[in-house]
């Protein structure tokens, strides 16, 4: 999707490329919670969600900087767009030469039934609960498109925009 955006020869193959990265960060999201209850042994688990969720949220951060800093240079909208590139790569390559731990199925079967089990049903309605309530607030609409909400409001410079966009991305993290 990055190599796609960086260099799409038109608006449909931008889309395109906007598309794949949308679907790719969509199902990360989903994915990587459930593997890290499932795979991560209890006594780190908490720490591993943790860990994710300074991950994600240090990345917003860290998109708003280069942007910002490439906003500087006329007409470098592939280059933000093409840097998405460098942590997917970074991430490919963990991804075939790490090689993780397989548990037991006897364990993952166990863990499976405990779901269904009063506690473990409760804090499941509750941590999808927190998720609904996450989403249906915004503010990932909000970090996505507060540089065009705050051009909207008025702020004219599109350097000026994505410095006051840190902000919210700084106490995001």
Known sequence: GGILMCFAGSCLELILGRFIVGLAIGASAVIVPVFISEHAPAHVRGEFVTMNTVYVTVGQLAAYIVNV??????????????LSIIPACIQAVG????????????????????????????????????????????????????????ESAGI????????LSMIPAGCNF
């Open 69 to 82: 800093v490439c906003s500087y240079v006329k007409g470098t909208w592939r280059v933000m767009l093409g």
């Open 95 to 150: 991804l075939v030469y790490i090689k993780p731990a397989h548990e037991k199925t006897s364990t993952a079967n166990r863990a499976w039934k405990s779901v269904l089990e009063r506690p473990v049903w409760d804090q499941v309605k509750l941590g999808v609960g927190l998720q609904m309530l996450q989403q249906l607030a915004g503010i990932n609409t909000v970090m996505y498109f507060l540089p065009l909400i705050l």
């Open 156 to 163: 004219v410079s599109i350097q000026t925009s994505l410095k």
